[in-house]
């Protein structure tokens, strides 16, 4: 595929695509929104990294920092960089990230109808993605829109590629531009909120396929989403985001069985779970997530926390490893999560 | 914009006009503090936003300070403009003659000011005439739907398609000159645009869930469309209504320069300017038809302000 | 698609046969072009010898009918004035009008679209001020009072020919036809930049102009193809219209520049109580009008797919 020839400066086991202390922040007239503040994580080849939060919790902007799609002013960056096989994105020139763009990275977003140019065939949009980096004819890009359509179990491809996008259902669209995205057999694939938009059924099945394709390519898959049900059976390892920063990272096991952040464990308390045979009390997270300009002294959580103490109000706790290896929180308590979780699934 | 009608082009185009052509609020204003709490009525509201556009308070100072002058007229002109003096004409500005005289020894001063008087008559004369008839029709259109609908919107079809000048003209010479004339003249090639806007906005409300809402609760029809859906719909009408100010002066004064409408020795803008141009052949005149042609930019600029303004105050999502 | 465009069709004819009907009660039954008026008498024999060489003296209605019927053979009659076929007085002066309007139209589309989007894609510098502004008083400014402006200060110098002049002053069609295009174009084109600008804002706003840089398309291919072809679609449609009211003739315009077009003819003719003329002229107004209307529909609904195949 395109893209200059990547020096693997760090040896072998470099990340594929790392975010080192990331900070983004939007200069506004209520203040300066700390959207991204002190974010790392990294993602390797065939892996997929979740990443996990509520609503302005900062995941989507950080996904989109990686792409460039956010509008430097109001932005800023006043700390970290992001290294697509040790190369700095940030630091690259606009023309060389968009080289990257839609080649080694690619995005597929939460609401497909909107996303897709409504005066636009479907099967020409797939084509430009394909033109726009690879030299070839026109009939060459329209036939591996085609191809693709049919990958990603569009039924009757030859009729849909000449189709406007309201003409496909919801599923379908989102299929498409998943077709979109990895026309160019992407590295990286950051997919914010995929099937949010979409029914339940159909959901599974948009995950599905996105597991199919990630076996086949080999591709790394960052998936933002505040959907738990959905990270659980497809993700790798995940990340916790709550106002702008990473509060727990672990694989998904250890994230589902055990929690060692006050968050993490409000959001497994709220998640009713079908494969219990008892059901204890849904407990939902009491309060709202703070506003980005104006996040809570200390741990951002401790507003709503049930677990929190005067330690947590002095300074921001650090994220730390919990169990000697790769499973980190950053909270003080994480000894009585620990506790509350195991009670809890005692009880169940 | 999503429409299938002829001239529903022309009404959509404006609402798109109207809508999205004035995007920013000013740029040089301090920012409102987050936080503060306030509990103000919606009028309040509005008259808030509506102060913080420097254009718009300059369109409201200024289409006072025109309504005041012309209600006062009677008591400020130094001279009556239908007075002329034979021997004083083509008199330069300054000394008795604040702008000097026309060809016929009338001041120049005093005929603008009469002007702007029989300006804003017919101007919100026709406007209240146009809104009345729009409004309603447009709101029965919209409303009742189907038959209504289609018929209202086929006569509203045909209004619209007569040029809007031409017609006038016509409706002018048919009936003869006068203000009253060219009033009716002016609404009935008028009322059409706003009676298009209202229906839209009907069609669009009577959907409305807070309008299922009062229907669920057993409130009449009348009762639903005048307390809940006429003050929104009215609202882009009654925005309109500021800018059809300014097209009935000019239609007026477009009509009198062609020498239709009002009787003609009227000291009309448009008369003037007709009759200043006469004399530019005469050196240095070019005053007589330049501070007519000023004041009727002045009222259609003032006006088009206060409407840009109102519709910036009205829609909150701009804030 | 094919049963919108019958549907458009038949509601265009309806509306001109309505116009044409409102038009002709209005001209030769509550006016009466052969009164006496002002200084004009004319004694009352005259009057009905006039009336009868007309036709008027029949009934409204087979008057109405009778006109429609020549109308399908092309013949619009003769003037009162000189008894000139008025199709071919109408001929004669359709080319220039027609000239007129698409000069103004080109002028709008290239000065407005522009501008609309100069001033979106850079919004807040100083182009987007300026044309912001500019377009703000242009709006206000009347086109008559633009057009005697321009006419005062610029007809006669350089290439401009002089407004007014006299008949035998023959000026050649291209200098003749630009002071009345720039008086029209001036207020059309802004209300197409303000238009442009306004859409185009919208535009870059939609997740799809997110979704074509998250493709790495240039920010040239980004703006102009994916932006601009969803952003012109309201404008295209506000171009048409225009070129529909230009078309029936800018009647102040080419009266303040004596340019001879159909406005100037409609003027003169309703001066004069001219009815034949008034009537052809104004009856081929409302129906390019109403004809391009619904052009401008069944354009929108092409350029918008999501309409077109609803």
């Known amino acids: 595929m395109t893209g200059s020839a990547d020096i693997d400066l760090d040896g072998p086991s470099a990340p594929l695509l790392e975010v080192r202390d990331l900070k983004v922040h939007f200069k506004t007239d209520y203040g300066i929104v700390k959207a991204v503040d002190g974010v790392s994580w990294h993602v390797n080849e065939g892996e997929t990294l979740a990443i996990v939060g509520e609503s302005g919790s900062g995941k989507s902007v950080s996904a989109m920092t990686i792409l460039g799609l956010v509008p430097a002013p109001p932005a800023t960056f006043p700390s970290g960089d992001v290294f697509l096989r040790g190369r700095s ?217 049930t677990f929190a103490t005067d330690a947590c109000l002095s300074e921001v706790p650090a994220l730390v490893s919990v169990n000697g290896a790769d499973h980190s929180a950053a909270c003080v308590h994480s000894d009585r999560v620990a506790m509350a979780h195991e009670e809890r699934a005692a009880a169940q | 914009m999503t429409t299938s009608e002829p001239a529903d082009m022309a009404t959509a185009a404006q609402s798109v006009i109207v809508t999205s052509a004035h995007e920013d609020p000013d740029p040089g204003l301090a920012p409102d503090k987050v936080g503060k709490e306030r509990s103000r009525s919606q009028f309040a509201d509005m008259w808030r936003r509506y102060r913080r556009n420097k254009l718009a308070m300059v369109g409201l100072v200024v289409v006072t300070a025109l309504v005041v002058i012309a209600i006062i007229q009677p008591l400020i002109s130094p001279y009556d403009p239908y007075d002329q003096n034979l021997i004083n004409t083509l008199a330069p500005p300054g000394g008795d003659h604040l702008m000097g005289t026309d060809s016929l020894g009338r001041d120049l001063y005093s005929e603008l000011l009469y002007g702007l008087r029989l300006a804003l008559i017919v101007g919100i004369a026709t406007m209240l005439g146009s809104l009345i008839v729009g409004v309603a029709l447009g709101a029965i259109a919209g409303y009742r739907g189907r038959f209504w609908d289609g018929l209202i919107m086929r006569i509203t079809d045909i209004f619209l398609a007569f040029p809007y000048l031409i017609g006038a003209l016509l409706i002018v010479r048919t009936f003869g000159t006068g203000v009253t004339q060219v009033i009716i003249a002016l609404v009935v090639l008028g009322w059409s645009t706003g009676a298009r806007l209202m229906r839209g906005q009907m069609l669009a409300l009577r959907e409305a869930e807070y309008v299922e809402a009062a229907r669920s609760i057993g409130a009449s029809d009348w009762r639903i469309v005048v307390r809940h859906i006429l003050p929104n719909a009215i609202q882009p009408v009654f925005i309109y209504s500021f800018t059809s100010i300014g097209v009935a002066v000019v239609a007026m004064a477009s009509l009198a320069y062609l020498g239709v409408g009002v009787p003609p020795d009227t000291p009309e803008w448009g008369r003037l300017i007709n009759q200043g141009i006469e004399q530019v052949q005469v050196a240095g005149k070019d005053y007589l038809w330049i501070y007519p042609s000023a004041a009727i930019c002045l009222t259609t600029l003032a006006f088009a302000f206060m409407a840009d303004g109102l519709r910036d105050s009205l829609d909150p999502k701009l804030r | ?131 912001t502004i500019v377009t703000t008083l242009a709006i206000g400014v009347p086109t008559f009072v633009i057009g005697i402006w321009l006419r005062q200060t610029v007809s006669g110098f350089w290439f401009f020919p002089q407004v007014p002049r006299s008949f035998t002053q023959v000026a050649p069609w291209y200098t003749e036809v630009l002071l009345p295009a720039i008086t029209l174009a001036i207020i059309d084109a802004a209300f197409i930049a303000r238009l442009m600008r306004g859409s185009m804002l919208e535009v870059l706003r939609m997740d799809y102009i997110r979704t074509a840089r998250a493709k790495g398309l240039s920010e040239r291919t980004v703006i102009m193809k994916h932006a601009f072809r969803n952003s012109v679609i309201p404008v295209v449609t506000y171009i048409g219209i225009g070129l529909g009211t230009l078309l029936g003739g800018a009647i102040i315009t080419e009266t303040l520049f004596q340019y001879n077009g159909v406005g100037f003819l409609l003027y003169r003719s309703i001066l004069q109580n001219n009815n034949p003329v008034i009537m052809a002229i104004v009856t081929f107004g409302v129906l390019v009008y109403v004809f391009l209307s619904m052009l401008v529909d069944i354009l929108y609904a092409y350029l918008d797919p999501r309409i077109r195949l609803s």
Not at chain 1, 96 to 114: E, V, W
Not at chain 3, 5 to 12: E, H, T, W
């Open chain 3, 1 to 131: 698609m094919g049963k919108f465009v019958i549907r458009r069709l038949a509601q265009a004819i309806m509306v001109v046969i309505a116009a044409t009907i409102l038009l002709f009660i209005g001209l030769f039954v509550l006016g009466d072009p052969f009164a006496s008026s002002g200084d004009k008498t004319i004694p009352p024999a005259t009057q009905e010898i006039l009336r009868a060489k007309f036709g008027m003296d029949q009934s409204v209605p087979m008057q109405y009918l009778h006109y429609l019927g020549n109308l399908f053979t092309g013949d619009l009659g003769v003037d009162f004035d000189q008894r000139r076929p008025v199709a071919d007085m109408l001929g004669a002066a359709l080319p220039a009008t027609a000239r007129l309007a698409l000069i103004a139209i080109i002028l709008d589309i290239l000065i407005g679209i522009i501008a609309g989007i100069i001033a979106a894609v850079w919004r807040y510098s100083f182009w987007d001020v300026l044309v």
């Open chain 1, 89 to 305: 994105l940030l630091k690259m020139p606009e023309k060389q990230q968009r080289k990257l763009r839609g080649s080694q990275i690619s995005m597929i977003f939460q609401d497909p109808l909107t996303a897709l140019n409504p005066v636009f065939r479907v099967g020409d949009q797939i084509a430009e993605m394909v033109r726009a980096h690879q030299d070839v004819s026109k009939h060459t890009a329209k036939k591996r829109a085609l191809d693709l359509l049919g990958e990603v179990g569009i039924p009757n491809p030859a009729v849909r590629l000449n189709q406007y996008p309201h003409e496909f259902s919801g599923g379908m669209r989102q299929r498409a531009m998943i077709a979109m995205a990895l026309a160019n057999d992407p590295h990286v694939l950051l997919a914010d909120e995929p099937t949010t938009a979409l029914d339940v059924t159909v959901q599974a099945q948009i995950m599905a396929l996105l597991e199919k394709l990630q076996e086949d390519r080999n591709t790394a898959i960052v998936l933002i989403t505040h959907d738990l049900g959905v990270v659980a059976s497809y993700a790798d390892r995940i990340n916790v985001m709550y106002a702008g920063r990473i509060v727990e990272s672990g694989t998904a096991d250890e994230i589902f069985y055990e929690p060692r952040h006050a968050y993490t464990f409000g959001l497994l308390s709220s998640l009713p779970r079908m494969d219990k045979a008892r059901q204890l009390r849904l407990e939902p997270i009491k309060g709202i997530p703070p506003s980005l300009a104006k996040v809570p002294q200390g741990c951002p959580f401790n507003p709503r926390c």
